[in-house]
């Protein structure tokens, strides 16, 4: 095993052993029959300039000096193709995506391992020891930490997973939908608002519609509006489509007012108007804070009938935690939770179980005083109501409390709702 940066500026000499050059690079290929990048080409900075030659070429690699089996004016040369990529000018020192710790990290060295005559690239060392190799202190930080009975923290990914951005040179961890599917949509958000905003487009092309809308929703509306802006219209309209009208509704406020319309024009008629209405009152408001995706059954209902009607919308709910009832002129009429709702008699009627003094936001009613009540109430939810009683929508609680609980913070606490 060796590693990137002890092999870079070695001296390369020709087969009778006079010094040549150094060697400068190594170039590196991704083969369907391995799991790691191959080893196929070595570059030599030579006093006529930069010689890219196969890796057959060098007798040893692994040495004090890296030989040739040739002299320089007899190497052959090695052309480079798109699926190739330099180490040490593409890899080192560039930014990849740890999916597993769901950050951003920088790559300080590259692990190689020979293997049956071959040289494979098998980790990124992303660690800080990396870094004093580099300079030249790994040993000293080594044994002072052996000295002070302190433990060295070694970081590695392996390079099976780091694909090659070649529109900017930089590199990030292969991510297959499934695995993408399995990162929060917190986490996503993190990572991105740790990249550059051409690797966030780049990051954000690789994702489904519904996880893009997912992210966008962990992000604060100035943001999404940055990440949406060389989006495509098409591809826009449908991450609104999927947001929660609230989200949606925050986002398009930030966008200059002909896109947004032109967004709207493109969504599906339903959404859109539900964006439309509640763009309609001030942002700090009920009517601008609330949510139109809530769970809501007919007061007729039996409780078994009313779990069949919940399964059935269940998908178009911000929460499902609180069940509303209201009348055929959709009054409220009643509130229950869910939990009661389960173990409660099939047979019974949802206006036996339901809670009739309820607790209610109006569409004018101001942030701060919604943020009272739900602290108030221990609530999750509260109902908004017109003047005549009938149900509009949902605040929920992470936006009632953006007011009074510091965005960075509100991010991190558990969202039980969702």
């Known amino acids: 095993m060796a590693f990137l940066s002890e092999l870079i500026g070695k001296p390369v000499t020709d087969v009778d052993g006079n010094r040549v050059g150094s060697l400068k690079d190594l170039v590196a290929r991704f083969r369907h029959d391995l799991s790691h990048p191959l080893i196929e080409a070595i570059v030599i900075q030579h006093k006529g300039g930069v010689i890219i030659t196969p890796f057959s070429s060098a007798a040893v690699l692994f040495s004090a000096a890296v030989p040739l089996v040739k002299n320089v004016e007899d190497l052959p040369v090695f052309a480079p193709t798109e699926n190739d990529f330099f180490l040490a000018r593409d890899v080192l020192d560039k930014q990849i995506i740890d999916t597993e710790g769901a950050r951003v990290v920088r790559v ?80 996503v958000a993190e990572i991105i608002s740790d990249l550059n905003r051409l690797e966030s487009e780049q990051f954000l092309e690789t994702m489904d519609v519904e996880h893009v809308a997912d992210t966008l929703e962990e992000v604060e509306p100035d943001f999404q509006a940055s990440l949406v802006e060389t989006m495509p219209d098409e591809k826009v309209a449908d991450v609104l489509e999927e947001m929660a009208p609230d989200e949606a509704a925050d986002l398009l406020a930030e966008l200059p007012k002909e896109r947004s319309e032109d967004l709207l024009e493109l969504m599906e008629k339903e959404d859109a108007e539900d964006v439309r209405r509640l763009m309609a009152y001030p942002i700090d408001t009920a009517g601008g804070l609330m949510t139109t995706e809530y769970a809501a059954v007919r007061d007729h209902l039996t409780v078994k009938q009313a779990i069949e009607a919940i399964r059935e919308s269940a998908n178009e709910a911000e929460t499902i935690f609180y069940v509303y009832v209201v009348d055929a002129q959709n009054h409220l009429v009643g509130v229950f939770s869910l939990s009661k709702l389960i173990f409660s008699d099939p047979k019974a009627k949802v206006t036996d179980i339901m809670y009739k003094r309820i607790v209610t ?17 221990d609530l999750l939810a509260v109902p908004v109501v017109n003047e005549d009683n009938v149900l509009q929508g949902i605040v929920t609680s992470d936006d009632a409390l953006d007011k009074i609980i510091p965005t960075a913070w509100k991010k991190r606490l558990p969202r039980f709702y969702r």
């Open 361 to 377: 936001a109006h569409l004018l009613d101001q942030q701060d005083d919604i943020a009272r009540i739900i602290a108030k109430y």
């Open 108 to 187: 300080n060295d590259i692990e190689l391992v020979r293997v049956n005559g071959t040289v494979l690239v098998s980790n990124v060392d992303v660690s800080a020891l990396a870094v004093l190799r580099r300079i030249g202190l790994e040993k000293f930080a080594v044994n002072l930490a052996h000295f002070l009975h302190a433990k060295l923290i070694r970081s590695s990914i392996s390079l099976d997973d780091v694909e090659l951005l070649h529109q900017d040179q930089s590199m990030r961890l292969r991510v297959p939908s499934n695995k993408l599917k399995d990162l929060h949509p917190a986490d």
